[in-house]
T-cell receptor
Framework: AQSVSQHNHHVILSEAASLELGCNYS??????LFWYVQYPGQHLQLLLK??????LVKGIKGFEAEFIKSKFSFNLRKPSVQWSDTAEYFC???????????FGSGTRLQVQP | DAGVIQSPRHEVTEMGQEVTLRCKPI?????LFWYRQTMMRGLELLIY????????DSGMPEDRFSAKMPNASFSTLKIQPSEPRDSAVYFC??????????????FGPGTRLTVL
C-alpha cells in the first residue's frame, strides 16, 4: 500500500527564516504529488503540484518543491517565511491504481514575528 | 464558481442519532471524495465516486457509514447510529478526470461533527 511520510511534525521558525519540509512516499509507479496547506480553522488549499516535466515546481505564496524520483521525495521550500505562513502543511500523493489522495501526517508550522 | 459546498458546517449530536452530511461538488467535476480528519489518524479517505458510481469504499469504517451520490451535483455521507469516536472533520472534495483522474482535488470547508 502507498504511504507518505512527513518527518517534521512541528516546526517553529522566526520570520524571514528559510523553510524546508520533508516528504517521502513509498509508491514505485507513476505518481502525481501535491502540497496542501490548511490555515487555522480553514479547509485545505493547494499550494503546488507536480505531474511531470521540470522537477522543480513553483506554487503560490513563494513556495516551491523539488521532486527527486530516486529518493521518492518531494520536499517543500520557501526562502523566507512570514507570520502568515503559520498553518499545517500536508504532502499528498495520488497514483494510477487509486485516484484518491494519500496524505502524510502533516507538519504544523509556527512562524514567530 | 462557488467551489465545493458542504452542509452543515457544524453538527453536534448525541450518540445513537443518525447524522447526514451533504456535499455539492464543483460543476463539471466527475470525481467526488469523502475524507475524514482526526488528530489520531490524520486525513484519510472514506470513499470516492467517479461519475456517481462508488469506486473505492475501503476506507469506510464499518456498516454504520454509508454514502450515496444520486446525481452529479449531490452526495451524502450518513452515519447511523453515530458514536463518540465518529467525532471528526469530514471533508468533501472533487476533481476532474484530467491527468488520468489524478488531478488536483478541490476541498470543501468541511463539516465538524461532534458526537456526545
Amino acid at each position: 500500500a502507498q504511504s507518505v511520510s512527513q518527518h517534521n511534525h512541528h516546526v517553529i521558525l522566526s520570520e524571514a527564516a528559510s523553510l524546508e519540509l520533508g516528504c517521502n512516499y513509498s509508491y514505485g509507479g507513476t505518481v502525481n504529488l501535491f502540497w496542501y496547506v490548511q490555515y487555522p480553522g480553514q479547509h485545505l488549499q493547494l499550494l503546488l503540484k507536480y505531474f511531470s516535466g521540470d522537477p522543480l515546481v513553483k506554487g503560490i505564496k513563494g513556495f516551491e518543491a523539488e521532486f527527486i524520483k530516486s529518493k521518492f521525495s518531494f520536499n517543500l521550500r520557501k526562502p523566507s517565511v512570514q507570520w502568515s505562513d503559520t498553518a499545517e502543511y500536508f504532502c499528498a500523493v495520488i497514483n494510477t491504481g487509486r485516484r484518491a489522495l494519500t496524505f502524510g501526517s502533516g507538519t504544523r508550522l509556527q512562524v514567530q514575528p | 464558481d462557488a467551489g465545493v459546498i458542504q452542509s452543515p458546517r457544524h453538527e453536534v449530536t448525541e450518540m445513537g442519532q443518525e447524522v447526514t452530511l451533504r456535499c455539492k461538488p464543483i460543476s463539471g467535476h466527475d470525481y467526488l471524495f469523502w475524507y475524514r480528519q482526526t488528530m489520531m489518524r490524520g486525513l484519510e479517505l472514506l470513499i470516492y465516486f467517479n461519475n456517481n458510481v462508488p469506486i473505492d469504499d475501503s476506507g469506510m469504517p464499518e456498516d454504520r457509514f454509508s454514502a450515496k451520490m444520486p446525481n452529479a451535483s449531490f452526495s451524502t455521507l450518513k452515519i447511523q447510529p453515530s458514536e463518540p469516536r465518529d467525532s471528526a472533520v469530514y471533508f468533501c472534495a472533487s476533481s476532474t478526470s484530467l491527468h488520468g483522474g489524478m488531478n488536483e482535488q478541490f476541498f470543501g470547508p468541511g463539516t465538524r461533527l461532534t458526537v456526545l
